[in-house]
T-cell receptor
Framework: AQKVTQAQTEISVVEKEDVTLDCVYE???????LFWYKQPPSGELVFLIR??????QNEISGRYSWNFQKSTSSFNFTITASQVVDSAVYFC?????????????FGKGTKLTVNP | GAVVSQHPSWVICKSGTSVKIECRSLDFQATTMFWYRQFPKQSLMLMAT?????????EQGVEKDKFLINHASLTLSTLTVTSAHPEDSSFYICSARIQGTYNSPLHFGNGTRLTVT
């Protein structure tokens, strides 16, 4: 069965620090997708990135970057020069295609607090 | 684009009453919508997959008769919590995928916070 582990429950940093959120996944599928979502205090889920299992290139989007390592089944997320507005809960998710349902399996989330 | 609207944003109801939550895709059609539940400081747990024109598929442990799902059109799915009890108090959030896409990002509604007194 699919599983996503986010070992860091809470992280607190000071503004401008870099921070990395860890995500480790388990799957038997050869083709799968990984996602990161941000959930600010208001509750909505904001899509950040999707990566398919065949694309191991790291990706950078502004202050955000993602490191996908298939060998270690990890998909880590780094925020460079963190800002207070980055404070949120971040979820890593894995697609579950069993039965063709295309549903997502979420990790437990990492609460990031960026202090001024 | 790809906006999902969820209504209401919050609701307080008395124990024993039923509550209906709507999930609408505003600018796209969604054959499939997903209903998640989130307890405080916890992850999102999939409750059911809502399929337009057919019965919903429920996850193990989710009571079908308690959480009624109807997906009558390509833009609307509803979740009705029947005979609500305090333990049903939670944050319910729906998501939808643009029709015809596979493993594309799910678009989430803003969620509904249900409090049962």
């Amino acid at each position: 069965a699919q599983k996503v582990t986010q070992a860091q429950t809470e992280i607190s940093v000071v503004e401008k620090e870099d921070v990395t959120l860890d995500c480790v996944y388990e799957t038997r599928d050869t083709t799968y997708y990984l996602f990161w979502y941000k959930q600010p205090p208001s509750g909505e889920l904001v899509f950040l990135i999707r990566r398919n299992s065949f694309d191991e290139q790291n990706e950078i989007s502004g202050r955000y970057s993602w490191n996908f390592q298939k060998s270690t089944s990890s998909f880590n997320f780094t925020i460079t020069a963190s800002q207070v507005v980055d404070s949120a809960v971040y979820f890593c998710a894995l697609s579950d295609t069993q039965g063709g349902s295309e549903k997502l399996v979420f990790g437990k989330g990492t609460k990031l607090t960026v202090n001024p | 684009g790809a906006v999902v609207s969820q209504h209401p944003s919050w609701v307080i109801c008395k124990s024993g009453t039923s509550v209906k939550i709507e999930c609408r895709s505003l600018d796209f059609q969604a054959t499939t919508m997903f209903w998640y539940r989130q307890f405080p400081k916890q992850s999102l747990m999939l409750m059911a997959t809502s399929n337009e024109g057919s019965k919903a598929t429920y996850e193990q442990g989710v009571e079908k008769d308690k959480f009624l799902i109807n997906h009558a059109s390509l833009t609307l799915s509803t979740l009705t919590v029947t005979s609500a009890h305090p333990e049903d108090s939670s944050f319910y959030i729906c998501s939808a995928r643009i029709q015809g896409t596979y493993n594309s990002p799910l678009h989430f509604g803003n969620g509904t916070r249900l409090t049962v007194t």
